[in-house]
């Protein structure tokens, strides 16, 4: 097990991440041709649309082995609208590759991959990529990752040239050049000194590499501090320790798609990035007694794994990616579904290249394998042994920020539709649909437009369905700004058995982002134990319709304070209607407002056409954050909401000729003006 690597290739879109993968592939054997995202022929992005887009849009696994090491690798999307396949890979991984363009530096999506990251403590390394590109800047892309991403960077390389005369690297531990053959073609870089001109430079760069690692190691200090020679080894042991704590970040560089710096790269992962006996005891709860248990990572421990994802296969039919914790899956073995309370059997069990599965008896603890036969586990669910159940921390995932209404071309296919997005729904969490009883439409929400463009394509390919699609709508929510109490008073009598329930309830804010909170403040019994959960779930449904517009409430804390029930006449269901009622009166006393999703967009344009920029985002109401000039290029950086952005692309691409980009990802909920609050509750 200590030679399994659990990695991730993550970064901003384009910034050559699957190339990376597809040459780390092809050096270690596993695939035979190279392939070219821009031939459309990548083992990776194997779906349709990713090869003709030219992006990655699910996570693909692979395994892949070099010099003693196990390798399985998953690489995921940089587009921003696919964030949910970031979030559920790293969730399983023990190590990630955070790959930058050596041109653009660190871009808005690595800035929310790395938070990502931190987010499940994931260590990792970088790759600067395309350092044979006009404008390549390791110094700089180095400094941008310390800066901007708050993290300790410490190259183990140095470019030798850049640019057109970018030629090697200098292997700053081992003292020496790996210069690059002309061609590429899955050469190893041949081995020599030091060129001159970079002697000063190397000695430099890794005295301060030296130092830095020293800093994270006591036994190492003392020799640093006291001049005694540090060996290559000793160095080595403490970058490693160091990179699995997340002290230090090593750095190398190479260019991808000309296949330099690719296997310095693979010595890079097996050197410093975990295994799985590297990484923390896995965590859990216990279902039966509801304590932290721990399970080491040994095969010899119960059985526990997580399903971090669901895809539904032409030819093998429903697969579950999972990750084993501890123990081992065999094929034909029985397991608890611990999320759903539920019993299955695992079928065949795969490893897997992409899109093509090798049939394997067992997938022991530390490893990542799929398998099929389990039918009602979803993303998320803890896979474990009925004797010994136990819940392991699930993958959260952001809510949709966009919905559109659907409906098949024709009437015939409406059965046909509500099985094609359930399926997809079972593949992504964050791809959400349900039946509008009033318009008797059927409304799908993701994360952007270009998510759902993708879903709704396939749809066509992969179901044969045509569907006409509404305008986009923005998920509003709605907020309170002040504390509220109201009563909640439900009294039904007709003859016989009645209906009673009533309740007094406090609402108050929250801060941003922190959901949804109930306290149960009854004392003396004024509303017995048993129709709490009633007044809870009475509160939550309230939540689902704000006073301003209809929109759903967040960030609230509802408290129960008092009340009083009848013998015979109260019920669960009559306290969860009274429930009801106090919060929704509440809610209409407590000053409440609209959210807008306001969404982080960074546009890089030549410099010429700022000011036409600044213009078109100045009518969208955008809040302009930062203006950065990197060479003839400017990047703004600014705070738009997201019913401003419909059609940016087009806009954009006219007032630039074409030569601008731009990006966006959800930033946060803020306040709506007035104007647009009348005019959403007019409509």
């Known amino acids: 097990m200590e030679n399994i690597r659990n990695i991730g290739f993550i970064a901003h879109i384009d910034a050559g991440k699957t190339t990376v993968t597809e040459r780390v592939l092809f050096a270690s054997g596993r695939t035979y041709k190279m392939g070219s995202v821009d031939d459309g022929n990548t083992v990776m992005d194997w779906m349709d649309q990713e090869r003709e887009r030219g992006i990655t849009i699910t996570a693909a696994a692979a395994t892949t082995y070099w010099r003693e090491c196990q ?25 990630g590759v955070v790959v930058f363009d050596a041109v653009a530096g660190v871009q808005p999506q690595s800035e929310t991959v790395w938070r990502q990251a931190d987010r499940y403590r994931v260590p990792r390394i970088c790759f600067i990529n395309k350092m044979d590109r006009v404008g390549a800047n390791f110094p700089r892309t180095v400094d941008m990752i310390r800066h901007r991403l708050k993290a300790n960077p410490v190259p183990v390389q140095l470019p030798i040239g850049a640019d057109a ?44 590499m ?31 320790s160091a990179t699995i704590s997340n002290l230090i970040v090593p750095v190398v560089c190479g260019s991808a798609l000309r296949y330099w710096g690719v296997h310095p790269l693979l010595d890079t992962i097996t050197y410093y990035l975990p295994s799985p006996l590297d990484m923390p005891t896995t965590k859990g709860v216990s279902v039966k007694t509801g304590a932290e248990v721990q ?41 608890y579904n611990s999320t759903k309370g539920q019993k299955e059997r695992m079928g065949r069990i795969m490893r897997l290249l992409a899109n093509r599965r090798e049939d394997v008896e067992e997938i022991g603890a530390g490893d990542i394998g799929a398998t099929v036969g389990l039918k009602n586990t979803f993303t998320g669910d803890t896979l474990c042994e009925e004797s010994e159940p136990m819940l392991l921390e699930s993958i959260k995932f952001p809510q949709p920020v966009i919905s559109v209404a659907v409906e098949p071309k024709s009437k015939a296919d409406q059965e046909k539709l509500g099985d094609a997005l359930n399926k997809l729904a079972e593949e992504d969490p964050t791809f959400v649909r349900h039946f509008d009883d009033e318009t008797g439409q059927t409304i799908v929400a993701g994360m952007g437009e270009l ?40 009294i039904r009598q007709s003859g016989g058995h009645g209906q009673y329930g009533d309740v007094w309830v406090e609402i108050e804010p929250q801060p941003r982002g922190a959901g949804f909170l109930f306290e149960n403040k009854i004392v003396g019994g004024a509303i017995p134990r048993e129709y709490i959960a009633g007044v809870e779930a009475g509160a939550r449904s309230a939540l689902e319709n704000g006073a301003v517009g209809g929109y759903p409430v967040i960030d609230v804390k509802v408290k129960l304070v008092d009340g009083s029930y009848h013998e015979v006449d109260s019920s669960e269901m009559a306290f969860r209607v009274a ?32 000011g036409e920029i600044l213009g078109n985002l100045s009518g969208r109401r955008a809040q302009i954050r930062n203006m950065e000039g990197q060479g ?20 954009l691409r006219s007032l630039t000729q074409g030569r601008a980009s731009y990006s966006m990802e959800f930033g946060h909920y803020a306040e709506a003006p007035q104007q647009l609050v009348q005019e959403l509750v007019r409509r």
Do not use: C, W
């Not at 003839?632 to 087009?650: C, H, K, N, R």
């Open 165 to 208: 005369s970018f030629k090697g690297v200098i292997d700053l531990m081992e003292e020496k050049a790996l210069m690059f053959t002309a061609n590429g073609n899955n050469a190893a870089p041949k081995e020599a000194p030091i060129p001159s001109e970079y002697q000063a430079e190397a000695e430099s760069y890794r005295n301060v």
């Open 210 to 240: 030296v130092e830095r690692i020293a800093e994270t190691s006591d036994a190492l200090l003392i020799k640093y501090l006291e001049g005694e020679p540090i060996t290559v080894e000793e160095l080595r042991s403490a970058l490693r």
């Open 451 to 490: 998510h759902l463009e993708v879903l709704m394509e396939r749809l066509r390919r992969e179901f044969g369905l045509l569907v006409n699609q509404g305008k986009p709508k923005v998920a509003y929510r709605e907020a309170i700004t002040v504390p509220a109490k109201a009563e909640g008073r439900f």
């Open 295 to 335: 399970r080491a990572a040994s095969k010899e421990a119960p059985f526990a794994a997580l399903a971090f994802k669901v895809v539904t296969d032409p030819y093998t039919g429903r697969m579950v990616y999972f990750r084993v914790y501890s123990g081992s899956a065999r094929s034909g073995m029985n397991i």
């Open 579 to 610: 429930g009801s009622m106090g919060v929704k009166e509440a809610l209409k006393r407590a000053r409440p407002v609209l959210l807008e999703p306001m969404m982080s967009v960074e546009v890089i344009s030549p410099g010429e056409f700022l």
């Open 71 to 95: 390798i399985n690798i998953i690489d995921t999307p940089g587009h921003v609208d696919f964030t949910a396949e970031v979030e559920r890979s790293l969730r399983v991984l023990d190590g």
């Open 632 to 651: 003839g290029t400017q990047v703004i950086t600014a705070y738009v909401p997201l019913s401003e952005m419909f059609g940016y692309a087009t806009d």
